[in-house]
């Protein structure tokens, strides 16, 4: 059974910081890895996507690698901004017989202070 | 392009009653899915389903059910509710024969549970 944690739950950090938001997950048999933003009450909106072929993605500040083998992703997000305060969430979609059934992690509260 | 729309926003219901909740899919997807996600949790699977079938199910009793119509838009009913069934119910399309399986989700229906 697929299970995916991310470190750390919350953070804080002043505006302008470099930061690094960390997803493992228990089984390396993955079709692909999608990062999700979301804000309180609201539905998820997709930050990128990595096929399990790829290494990394980047959209502008945001970028995000996959080391598939040890069963570790990371969203890196440069020049951090107070909007950019919102829960991250990864998830892994393990293709196969489970194809398009996504498993979440818990995500990280980010808040970022002027 | 339209997104993901759910509805209602909102719903507030009694223990026992039956609801149901809608979701329109992304113009060109073929695939719903949907989600629970209780306060402070990552979405949990509940089912998906594709070409007007259930095709995967996450671990929900069969009192969670749902439909797919013609046009890809879907129906998740929920019977006999229980207090633990307050959450926000999220719905995601994508488009299953497309390599990546991106999945998009819409904004989601808080459904209380009194």
């Known amino acids: 059974k697929q299970e995916v944690t991310q470190i750390p739950a919350a953070l804080s950090v002043p505006e302008g910081e470099n930061l690094v938001l960390n997803c493992s997950f228990t089984d390396s048999a993955i079709y692909n890895l999608q990062w999700f933003r979301q804000d309180p009450g609201k539905g998820l909106t997709s930050l990128l996507l990595?096929?399990?072929?790829?290494r990394e993605q980047t959209s502008g500040r945001l970028n995000a690698s996959l080391d598939k083998s040890s069963g570790r992703s990371t969203l890196y997000i440069a020049a951090s901004q107070p909007g950019d305060s919102a829960t991250y969430l990864c998830a892994v979609n393990a293709g196969g017989t489970s194809y398009g059934k996504l498993t979440f992690g818990q995500g990280t509260i980010l808040t970022v202070h002027p | 392009e339209t997104g993901v729309t759910q509805s209602p926003t909102h719903l507030i219901k009694t223990r026992g009653q039956q609801v149901t909740l809608r979701c329109s899919s992304q113009?060109?997807?073929?695939?719903v899915s949907w989600y629970q996600q209780a306060l402070g949790q990552g979405p949990q699977f509940i089912f998906q389903y594709y070409r007007e079938e259930e095709n995967g199910r996450g671990n929900f009793p069969p009192r969670f059910s749902g439909l797919q119509f013609p046009n890809y838009s879907s129906e998740l009913n929920v019977n006999a509710l229980e207090l633990d069934d307050s959450a926000l119910y999220l719905c995601?399309?994508?488009?299953?024969?497309?390599?990546?399986?991106?999945?998009?989700f819409g904004p989601g229906t808080r459904l209380t549970v009194l």
């Open positions: 113009s060109g997807h073929n695939t």
């Open positions: 990595i096929q399990s072929s790829q």
């Open positions: 995601a399309s994508s488009l299953r024969d497309k390599p990546y399986n991106e999945q998009f």
